[in-house]
């Protein structure tokens, strides 16, 4: 027969024991490269339209502030003492934010959530930002961007991103080091492309 005095006391030493193993782990955090130069004001040249950067969609797990982490298989998981200090939908929308106004190329550059409205809109869709344990340890990213005029709400140009980033070690910090890296291919080539868009369709002064 079970002794149900002992079995109480066995599972309040477990509770005491398991209580008093030292302190949950720092929680450390990370964040991506933002451009310095912040002036905001525009190039003689610069484009007469006023450009709004907007949100992008994406699974839960890329609106949270967790890092993710994933196989080469389909299972993926969260690192619960490394995180970022933004969710990196915000995290990517700051940035090409920041370095598209810095540009000097537009005349005016605003966050969709200010309450300006935009000759154009610069949306798109979060797939992938993790990192993969594979044959070869990588920083994935994938996202696609679409520029819609406001006034007609037509799609006028769309970019598509991916992009495997090798890293060195299984370290988070190294790992965050290359989904950075990948971030500022992203808005180099997003840079780019609308540059050259608008160069082929000269906008009218609005």
Request: with cysteine.
């Amino acid at each position: 027969m079970i002794n149900r005095r002992a079995v109480a006391w066995a599972l309040m030493i477990a509770g005491g024991v398991s209580g008093g193993c030292g302190s949950a782990r720092p929680i450390k955090y990370y964040a991506l490269t933002v451009p310095g130069n912040m002036t905001p004001t525009a190039e003689p040249s610069a484009y007469p339209i006023t450009l709004t950067v907007g949100t992008l969609r994406a699974p839960s797990l890329y609106r949270e502030d967790h890092i993710v982490y994933s196989s080469a298989g389909e299972g993926m998981g969260l690192y619960d003492s490394h995180r970022w200090v933004e969710p990196p939908t915000d995290m990517l929308q700051s940035v090409l934010f920041r370095e598209l106004r810095a540009s000097g190329r537009y005349r005016t550059v605003n966050l969709m959530r200010s309450n300006a409205r935009g000759d154009y809109l610069l949306q798109g869709r979060l797939y992938d930002f993790k990192e993969v344990d594979g044959s070869q340890l990588v920083a994935r990213v994938a996202v696609e961007y679409e520029l819609q005029e406001t006034k007609s709400g037509t799609t006028v140009w769309s970019h598509y991103y991916a992009h495997d980033e090798p890293v060195s070690a299984k370290d988070v910090s190294v790992v965050v080091a290359g989904l950075d890296r990948n971030v500022q291919g992203i808005v180099a080539q997003v840079k780019t492309g609308l540059e050259q868009y608008f160069a082929e369709h000269p906008p009218a002064a609005q």
